[in-house]
């Protein structure tokens, strides 16, 4: 209830005319046998922000307003995409400086969480479809040196299998010469490496065949997809238990080591491995019981988004991409990773004095949250990593504002302010999938009970068999369904049940059990 600010000149006795219409119905029940107590609160949905578009360079924020209208997706999908592209390009090839020796790769893991229907494939294809067309020209720009590097092998195996058998049927004079020269020639050919055809984007891969890749890649490879499958792999799908070591060294930028049968074993100094995935909400839940997945963090390394669906609400003329839009996309993004590609060293990027004291900042309000009570403590594995993350998307952005030459610029202050927006929202979104992760489904299926009853106030007492025919069928689908939702409504204090009226004699179906609501029910209570 609440009471006018300003109160006009007039006598008191009776203050009915100050409040709204009804105003009565929301003082407490008065107190007797059936009074009663005030519920339970079930807790509040976390209100989720939006994608912040406006934080991209434009030609990147153009892109993704233009593909969220066309396709009528939420701009959360194009706009992690983005990101993922962007780390895609840059992704093994630079890296960061905070302060000091504390360096941050750029290759990102995103994962956003959308129903079926969703047209995400439509939306992978429009973001990613510049990589896949720089991916196709390095390939064939490949083929040359793929040619010279077989030819060149060819030959000299040749050659030293030709100097190893005149040195066998040599004279002891000549042996000793005719050995040296096979041996340089069999050296010359262990030298000899064939390159791999270039891949910038995989879109699923067991661990043995990522750590193949990122050995023949130079050390960088991008997954990119619109289902969840690499969880699957993760979870065991192949091995039969999880297997997750090179995901989390792929993140992180550890040694990788890899050996394979017959061959002599490689090693990866730096490997960056990147992550642009749209799953379904329920592939999370999955992830989360996967042993080891959290207690090893992997769950922690990712920037999820949980955006809201469109679905059911989508405009069916929606405006197009402009053609300029796409272009300049297109074409700056091929340019930046067509660019970067075949370097074998990274660039590291340094920060401003300004841009230093901006991510400091940030850092500070990490921390303080990150104690036994603060907002961060519930995700404190996720949280730990987010001031490099927000490190990580700073450099994405800066290559991005300056994708011919960002490498030679220190990043600004602004730039990292931006980063920090975007970590703002991945935050939000984290403490949401992990609260979802943990939570007690009859609490998801109570709240959305109670937000109904709070829709519709029951006029008196009502049957579970007509609240079934009331609520939508989307939610329960079958009257079990209502069952654990409301039990934690009774268990809170929101509805009771009444006692069963007489069986009769002759027997028959049960009635419907009866409930009653809370009486200020639908009055802003929850």
Known sequence: ????????????????????????????????????????????????????VDVLPPWVGDMVAAVAEETQTPADLAGCLALAALATAAGGRVMIRIRGRWHEPVNIYTAVALPPGNRKSAVFDLMTKPLLAVEKVLKDASVLKRTEAETTLKLLKAAAEKAAARAAGAEQDKREELTREAVFLAHQAEGVTVPAETQLIADNATQESLATMLAEQGGRVAIMSPEGGIFDIIAGLYSGSPNMEIFLKGHAGD?????????????????????????????????????????????????????????????????????????????????????LADWTEAAVLALTPEADAVMMAYQKVTESRLSKDGSLAPIVKWASKRDGAVARLAALLHLATHPEDGWTRPVEAATVAAATRLGDYFTVHALHVFDAMGADPAQDAARILLGHLHLYPPAGTFTKRELMRAVPRADFRTMADLDPALALLEEHGWLRQQAPPPRSAKGGRPPSPRYEAYPRIGHGEA
Do not use: C
């Not at 000149?9 to 119905?25: H, K, T």
């Not at 029940?29 to 912040?52: M, N, Q, T, Y």
């Not at 839940?285 to 999820?304: E, P, S, T």
């Open 1 to 52: 209830m609440t009471v006018p600010s300003q109160l006009p000149d007039a006598s008191y006795d009776n203050v009915s005319p100050l409040f709204r219409d009804g105003w009565e119905q929301d003082m407490e029940p008065a107190a007797g046998p059936d009074a009663w107590d005030i519920p339970v609160p079930l807790g509040e949905s976390r209100a989720l922000p939006a994608f912040p």
């Open 255 to 339: 040694m990788v080591r890899v050996n394979r049968q017959g061959r002599p074993s490689q090693h990866i100094e730096r490997p960056a491995v990147t992550m642009g995935l749209a799953i379904q909400p329920e592939v999370l839940d999955a992830i989360a019981r996967v042993k080891g997945a959290d207690g090893r963090g992997l769950l922690a390394r990712y920037l999820y988004a949980v955006p809201r669906s469109l679905v059911g609400s989508r405009r069916l003329d929606p405006e197009p991409i402009p053609d300029d839009v796409a272009d300049t996309y297109a074409a700056r993004l091929s340019a930046l990773t067509a660019t």
